[in-house]
């Protein structure tokens, strides 16, 4: 293996060149090849200073994942960078592109930073459940001041290079030749160590503020409430306590279930990207223009997808009236975007000029990548399928936005099953992350690759699933709404079902959710597969169809947001048990917690046994992207594993014969994984 460290000196400088692909992380060769480098550049007379430069597509990204829950080998981080920071010599780090997390503790020690126009300077170790652990917390706060700090590392978001200068993090933006730069900077008088900044901390009334806006988040995120106490010591200990401080936190943190969780959900969506049984090679194929059909509220939102990453797209519909109707949704959607501040006015004149409209299927005919998102009715996209066989070039990759319905059988419509696919967006397709990427039974690798590969350029969170009604994520959705239903005809109420789940993390609850979305759109989907919900139905009956006839589940007198209990919903629930024969009971927050969530758990399992789904994993970053299950609970099969499979057994058999649903009996890879003691996270992708 080459040295991910070369150095060299010329006229009197030292260059330490980091070549440590692919993204320069913080391996212990590298710890090592850096920190040869300071005791080099400061033992020889001869060197007047050193500048640190990378290779490749970044400077440092961060920790060599690979050593994560390894004892740290020497020389640990928190050494180089002590090295770095006590060193007599002017040291410069020249920043060409990403540094993250402890590659910007790195820069931090060095005497200035010197970055290219690409660079991205940011602290994203909150997204892992963690904090900067190796002086961090202390210096970025000299640099920038505590409260531009804070948002730095409490957000995790990296910060462009005009902003890391104006703030202070950097010193200088170099558009030329950077190392030539950084080895004139270090002709300058060395100033004193960042450690030594103190008057760099700003106002303690801004960091106060800036940590009362935070409250909130930091009453539930442990990293949170230490970021704020370790920049807090800044102000309050001499830096050595004040990095002694941070580093028990940090220690701290690695041991907390909540951080454990967000590093679940990092591994597993690295490991979601990676297809299984993908031949090595396979390439996807360019895709240089699409096409939307349809251009109701999911075919807009996907059409703004493809123009927000650079791609024409042609928005294709029946009639012109209907073409009208979906363009001004585009155009209103944008808008909106420009008044909140959130779009400037140029970029959505760029957008909207990607998306053009047309009127015919045969407008798809010079598309790349044709996606449908006609109604949810079989018969129609069947012969949608037939007729884009026919107009679209050889090679056209076919997808549907389906939610639920057989890929395979659309397919079989075509004469070229190997192109077609689903790509399953959520509602709001423009904001939502994950889309599930449906393998059919002759989908291609170029196909299935091309619309990974999409997903991502469209900014998603691709995961690849099988054909089955409704997929990963919707399939185990339908358990927990099940759940629900039965819950209310048994005695709890509406408030205590969604409560179950708010306080468990969800942002809202199922029958909150329900009234925002509307009734009737469960209701259509029940009539055309002969389902029933009693309390639902009921409800849709009594022409209670939520927010927009100002009540469904609850009441939202003169049009407000958030619903409030309504006694005639407590008496409908009673009368439709009766009839239904359910005798009603008390319920308390944990049955109904386990209620919700176990049904879920099992039905991953099941669809890990049918190999609808890859991994446990996988199924996690479903729900964390897709339906909003809160990170810190690292998605429903995490969470299986945290709270015992066994118990898990023994809380679906307890419900299977207090119910009698048979199919809340353990799927039978639950019942072996628990009863050999194992968990999900022992399963391989297969």
Request: contains cysteine; aromatic residues 6%.
């Amino acid at each position: 293996m080459a040295d991910p460290v070369r150095f060299e000196v010329v006229d009197g400088v030292a260059v330490a060149t980091i070549a440590n692909p692919p993204v320069n992380a913080l391996s212990v060769a590298l710890r090592a090849g850096l920190f040869q480098a300071v005791q080099r550049a400061e033992a020889d007379p001869d060197i007047r200073g050193l500048v640190i430069a990378a290779e490749g597509r970044t400077f440092i990204a961060g920790a060599d994942i690979s050593e994560f829950g390894k004892p740290p080998a020497s020389p640990t981080l928190a050494e180089l960078v002590a090295a770095l920071d006590g060193a007599t010599k002017p040291v410069v780090a020249a920043i060409h592109a990403a540094a993250l997390g402890g590659g910007l503790e790195v820069a931090m020690a060095c005497s200035w930073r010197v970055i290219g126009p690409r660079a991205k300077l940011g602290l994203p170790e909150v997204k892992l459940g963690l904090l900067p652990g190796s002086g961090g917390t202390q210096r970025a706060p000299r640099l920038m001041g505590a409260a531009a700090a804070l948002r730095l590392m409490v957000s995790g978001d990296p910060m462009d290079a005009e902003a890391a200068v104006a703030s202070g993090l950097a010193d200088t933006v170099v558009a030329g030749d950077l190392l030539a730069a950084a080895r004139e900077w270090v002709g300058q008088p060395k100033p004193k160590p960042v450690s030594q900044r103190d008057e760099g901390l700003g106002s303690r009334e801004d960091f106060e503020k800036e940590a009362a806006a935070l409250a909130k988040r930091a009453a539930t995120e442990p990293q949170v409430a230490d970021c704020i106490a370790c920049v807090r010591a800044a102000f309050e200990k001499p830096f050595a306590e004040a990095v002694a401080f941070e580093r028990e936190a940090f220690l701290r943190l690695l041991d907390d279930p909540r951080s454990k969780a967000l590093r679940h959900v990092f591994f597993a969506e690295r490991e979601a990207a990676r297809i299984a049984g993908l031949p090595a090679g396979t390439q996807p194929r360019p895709v240089a223009r699409a096409a939307v059909l349809g251009s109701g509220t999911m075919g807009a939102g996907i059409a703004m997808c493809f123009a927000n990453a650079g791609i024409p797209v042609r928005v294709i519909e029946t009639d012109e009236a209907a073409l009208a109707r979906g363009m001004d949704r585009i155009r209103g959607t944008y808008e909106s975007s420009v008044k909140r501040g959130s779009l400037a006015p140029a970029k959505r004149d760029e957008r909207v000029a990607l998306i053009e409209g047309a009127v015919g299927l045969d407008a798809a005919a010079d598309a790349d990548l044709v996606v449908e998102a006609v109604f949810e009715e079989m018969g129609l996209k069947k012969q949608v399928f037939a007729h884009l066989d026919r107009v679209t070039k050889p090679g056209t990759i076919l997808a549907t936005n389906t939610s639920y319905l057989d890929i395979d059988e659309m397919a079989a419509a075509t004469s070229r099953p190997q192109d077609v696919l689903g790509m399953h967006f959520f509602s709001p397709a423009n904001v939502m992350k994950l889309l599930e990427v449906v393998r059919g039974r002759e989908t291609s690798p170029e196909a299935l690759a091309t619309a990974a590969e999409i997903g991502r350029k469209l900014a998603k969170v691709p995961v690849v699933v099988g054909v089955c009604y409704g997929f990963v994520g919707n399939r185990m959705l339908s358990r927990r709404t099940q759940q629900a239903e039965r819950l209310l005809l048994e005695g709890a109420t509406p408030e205590q079902v969604d409560k179950a789940l708010v306080d468990f993390g969800f942002k809202m609850g199922p029958f909150a959710m329900s009234d925002l979305a509307g009734l009737d759109i469960g209701w259509r989907i029940r009539r055309a597969t002969g389902k029933r919900a009693p309390v639902a139905d009921a409800l849709v009956e009594a022409e209670r169809l939520g927010q927009k006839t100002q009540k469904g589940y609850y009441l939202y007198p003169d049009g407000a947001r958030t619903g409030v209990p309504d006694p005639e919903v407590t008496a409908l629930i009673r009368r439709v048990a009766a009839q239904e024969g359910v005798e009603q009971r008390e319920i308390g927050q944990a049955e109904i917690l386990d209620r919700l969530v176990l049904p879920m758990v099992n039905e991953g399992a099941r669809i890990l046994e049918e190999g609808i789904a890859a991994r446990p994993g996988d199924i996690d970053v479903v729900w964390l992207h897709g339906y909003n299950w809160p990170a810190w609970r690292g998605g429903p099969m995490h969470y299986a594993d945290s709270v015992g499979l066994l118990h898990v057994v023994a809380r679906l058999a307890e419900f299977a014969q207090q119910t009698g649903d048979d199919s809340l009996l353990p799927a039978p890879l639950l019942a072996r994984l628990a009863a050999e003691g194992g968990n999900f996270a022992s399963l391989k992708a297969g």
